[in-house]
């Protein structure tokens, strides 16, 4: 569940970014949410795998 947390923990913190970016127009937080984004998407991917490989030891 550690790997749940943290995606939680990433998503939380780029929630100041998005309200900057989308309530505020602020170009620099969006950049930073675009780089918090594929954070995300990597560490999607990293569990996925772990997922898989443990589905398939049995």
Same mark, same amino acid.
């Given at each position: 569940?550690?790997?749940?947390?943290?995606?939680?923990?990433?998503?939380?913190?780029?929630?100041?970014?998005?309200?900057?970016?989308?309530?505020?127009?602020?170009?620099?937080?969006?950049?930073?949410? !675009?780089?918090?984004? /594929?954070?995300? =998407? *990597?560490?999607?991917?990293?569990? !996925?795998?772990?997922? /898989?490989?443990? =589905? *398939?030891?049995?």
């Amino acid at each position: 569940m550690s790997r749940f947390s943290e995606v939680k923990n990433l998503v939380m913190s780029l929630e100041a970014d998005f309200e900057k970016f989308y309530d505020k127009g602020n170009q620099a937080a969006g950049t930073r949410v !675009r780089k918090g984004m /594929q954070e995300l =998407k *990597n560490l999607a991917q990293d569990i !996925r795998t772990e997922v /898989q490989n443990k =589905k *398939n030891a049995g």
